[in-house]
DNA sequence: AGGTATGTTAATTG
DNA sequence: GCAATTAACATACC
């Protein structure tokens, strides 16, 4: 479910296990997934060299090389990394980079929704996206100005990246049931009161959820998000959670903790 | 068999 | 220009 949470979890996960080793090789099945850039490009800016850093804005993740560049990585709807050793590679996997110890990093993609590019400057690279500011590096008063600026449904406002970069839907919903606000909400039906829990929910919920490594299963147990389904009792009040068709996606939320 | 899925983007309409 | 809606992308799963 790569949203930021999810992303961020990538993002530790390859500095544990990925970085300061030499690349051997770059085999790149999913070559539909490159964005400007070959499989020979990529070999050319990998084998031999090592990843040193990760960043991430928003669901991009950035690897660092020792030459300064980035290998940059979108998740899709259903990428994912795996590091491994012997197996043979998972399937669907789209890139597969082997370092010189034989361990091999997979990325993953079974729809291949997902984005594999290069840069040389991140900064450049968001702000070519047309990026909104990460989610986590979000002040509060930055976001009462964001909130400002903008007008609609507070549901597709949280998941538009050109806003804020990092949520999607699954996170949307969580934000929206921990600060109470209805997913129908209109921006400008938000008072002073709810803007703040809605900053303070945002930020509460993309730590606690990094927290539990995105897992559905270690989530605090008030969360809405191991009960998305119809008809699942509420964790706060125990009415059945509902699932409606809102801007454009399925969204669950409880629609007595959640007034209109 | 058909509907659904965590994301992004382009096209269209208001 | 902005916001909302829809389709498209490619594939797995129920």
Known sequence: MPELPDVETYRRYVGAT?????????????AELLEDT???ALGRQLDGHAFEQTRRHGKYLFLQLDDGGFLVLHF?????????????????????????????LAYVAPRKLGMIALTADMDDFVKRKELGPDALQLGPDDFRELLESSRGGVKSWLMNQHHLAGIGNVYSDEILFQARIHPRRSLKSLDSDDR?????????????????????????ASFLLPHRQEGEPCPRCGTPV???EIAGRTAYYCPRCQPQ
């Open 18 to 30: 990925a970085l300061h080793k030499v690349i051997r090789s770059t085999h790149v099945p999913g």
């Open 38 to 40: 070959s499989p020979q």
């Open 76 to 104: 899709g709807m259903t990428g994912r990394l795996r590091y491994f050793k012997d197996s043979p590679h998972p399937e669907h996997t789209q890139l597969l980079i082997t370092f010189a110890n034989g361990y091999r």
């Open 196 to 220: 703040q829990r809605l900053y303070r929910a945002l930020q509460d919920v993309l730590k606690k959820t990094i927290d539990a490594q995105a897992d559905p299963d270690r989530v605090p």
């Open 242 to 244: 509902r699932q409606e």
